[in-house]
T-cell receptor, first 113, second 110 residues
């Protein structure tokens, strides 16, 4: 196990609602990245947080937002949920940016109905 | 820009070898390899940083070519536990994000 924990593990929401997903990074890691993984696809980068600041963003609309706390845990917030937001959301923690090993949590399976 | 992985799927018998390739149109800062089993999180395998680098552990190894645009993952004498989807993730210089390929599904049969 990697020491990266995510909650909840599964979630069902209605279109238009808002959701918050949580990630506790591995001890000693100051960087958290969030990914969206659709069925049968590779993880798609949403954004990265380094020492509480957003530090890189993928091609996701502003209704995807995040936060990193002083203990380096992180939240992913998605507003105005759409059916296409249904996916596995993964967070990965690392001790630096880009060139270091990233360890993934088990993910949160979000279903939007 | 998403790296291109090939092949998309491989079916092997236990004990056979496999090679999975990952290509980018531009030079990369680093390449990361992960394996993901169905319903589980991706598991980190290794990272390559230098052109011409080769590294590995057990019977899984990888290389990064001199131009740093292609990496290959080698699985030797495959075991049933090697089954899963393999992803390469790439980082380009100046960018912080790890961009994943579309994955290669590896099935090992007894």
């Amino acid at each position: 196990e990697t020491g990266v924990t995510q909650s909840p593990t599964h979630l069902i929401k209605t279109r238009g609602q808002q959701v918050t997903l949580r990630c506790s990074s591995q001890s000693g890691h100051n960087t958290v990245s969030w990914y969206q993984q659709a069925l049968g696809q590779g993880p798609q980068f949403i954004f990265q947080y380094y020492r509480e600041e957003e530090n890189g963003r993928g091609n996701f609309p502003p209704r995807f937002s995040g936060l990193q706390f002083p203990n380096y845990s992180s939240e992913l917030n998605v507003n105005a949920l759409e059916l296409d937001d249904s996916a596995l959301y993964l967070c990965a923690s690392s001790s630096g940016q880009g060139a270091t090993e990233a360890f993934f949590g088990q993910g949160t399976r979000l279903t939007v109905v | 820009q998403q790296p291109v992985q090939s092949p998309q799927a491989v079916i092997l018998r236990e004990g056979e070898d496999a090679v999975i390739n990952c290509s980018s149109s531009k030079a990369l800062y680093s390449v990361h390899w992960y394996r993901q089993k169905h319903g589980e999180a991706p598991i980190f395998l290794m990272i390559l940083l230098k052109g011409g680098e080769q590294k590995g552990h057990d019977k899984i190894s990888a290389s990064f070519n001199e131009k740093k645009q292609q990496s290959s993952l080698y699985l030797t004498a495959s075991q049933l536990s090697y089954s899963g989807t393999y992803f390469c993730g790439t980082v380009r210089g100046g960018a912080q994000k790890l961009v994943f390929g579309q994955g290669t599904r590896l099935t090992i049969n007894p």
